[in-house]
């Protein structure tokens, strides 16, 4: 994905994207990263875990399983023009379209409760 695909997918701003890939900060605010991490569709806490070298996990893995059948789909419209490949891409656009937008509830929801545990650790540390 390019800078501006990520920030289009409610990602942080380029020049955020850019700062982050150039390591031109120590450190970014938990709001940045969950943005990061859900334009990209990665578990909270995937992108401090690459800031600190490892690797990030996608959510349920359905972004690797839909690039496997978008490979598979696309084998098989090399191999001809068979009549079940426009079939098959219906499906697999209908399938990537209900991801999406399940993905996009699931990282609402992950959001809510990043936010309420913040909240209620900035209170517990006033307290």
């Not at 450190?27 to 992108?47: F, I, K, N």
């Not at 598979?72 to 399938?95: F, K």
């Not at 209900?98 to 209170?123: C, M, P, S, W, Y």
Request: hydrophobic share 35%; no cysteine; net charge negative.
């Amino acid at each position: 994905m390019s800078q501006p695909d990520v920030s289009a997918a409610g990602g942080p701003s380029t020049g955020v994207i850019s700062k982050i890939e150039n390591a031109k900060q120590p450190s970014y605010e938990d709001r940045v990263l969950a943005q990061l991490e859900r334009a990209l569709r990665w578990q909270p806490g995937s992108a401090q875990q690459v800031l600190d070298g490892g690797e990030p996990r996608a959510i349920d893995g359905l972004p690797s399983l839909q690039a496997d059948l978008q490979a598979n789909v696309d084998t098989l419209e090399e191999e001809g023009d068979s009549p079940i490949t426009p079939q098959l891409r219906a499906l697999l656009e209908q399938a990537q379209r209900q991801t999406r937008l399940q993905l996009d509830e699931l990282a609402a929801k992950v959001d809510e409760q990043n936010q309420l545990i913040r909240r209620l650790l900035d209170e517990r540390k006033g307290a």
